[in-house]
Nanobody, 126 residues
Framework: VQLQASGGGAVQPGGSLRLSCAASGRTFSTYAWGWFRQAPGKEREFLAGCGWNCNITTVADSVKGRFTVSKDNAKNTVNLQMNSLTTEDSAVYYC????????????????????WGQGTLVTVSS
C-alpha cells in the first residue's frame, strides 16, 4: 500500500485547508484510515480517523468542531477538512492505513497503523 498526502501549504490564522490522502496498491485490505500530525519537538498526534469506507469516524477532542474527516470513494481518497486554523496547527500532517482487523484497538496510537504517507507540511502564520 502506498499513501500520498497532499493539500498542505501556508495559510493565515482563521483560514482553512483540505488535505487529501490517496491510496494505491493493495488497498482492499484497508481496515481503517487515520490522520496524524507532528510538530517539531512534539510527539505524533492523532487527529481523526475513519473505517474503511468512513462509515465510522472519530475526531480527537483537541480538534473537534474544527476538523472533519470524509472519504471520496470514487477517488479512494480520505480527506481532512481543517477550519479555523491557528498557529498551533502548524505541523507535518500524515495519513495512515491500518490493515489488521481488531475488535478493540486504539485509534489514537500510531503503532496501530501499518502504512504511512510521506507527510504534507501545514504552516499557519500571519
Amino acid at each position: 500500500v502506498q499513501l500520498q498526502a497532499s493539500g498542505g501549504g501556508a495559510v493565515q490564522p482563521g483560514g482553512s485547508l483540505r488535505l487529501s490522502c490517496a491510496a494505491s496498491g493493495r488497498t482492499f485490505s484497508t481496515y481503517a484510515w487515520g490522520w496524524f500530525r507532528q510538530a517539531p519537538g512534539k510527539e505524533r498526534e492523532f487527529l481523526a480517523g475513519c473505517g474503511w469506507n468512513c462509515n465510522i469516524t472519530t475526531v480527537a477532542d483537541s480538534v473537534k468542531g474544527r476538523f472533519t474527516v470524509s472519504k471520496d470513494n470514487a477517488k479512494n481518497t480520505v480527506n481532512l477538512q481543517m477550519n479555523s486554523l491557528t498557529t498551533e496547527d502548524s505541523a507535518v500532517y500524515y495519513c495512515a492505513i491500518k490493515e489488521q482487523m481488531k475488535i478493540i484497538w486504539d485509534w489514537r496510537s500510531a503503532l496501530e497503523y501499518e502504512h504511512w504517507g510521506q507527510g504534507t507540511l501545514v504552516t499557519v502564520s500571519s
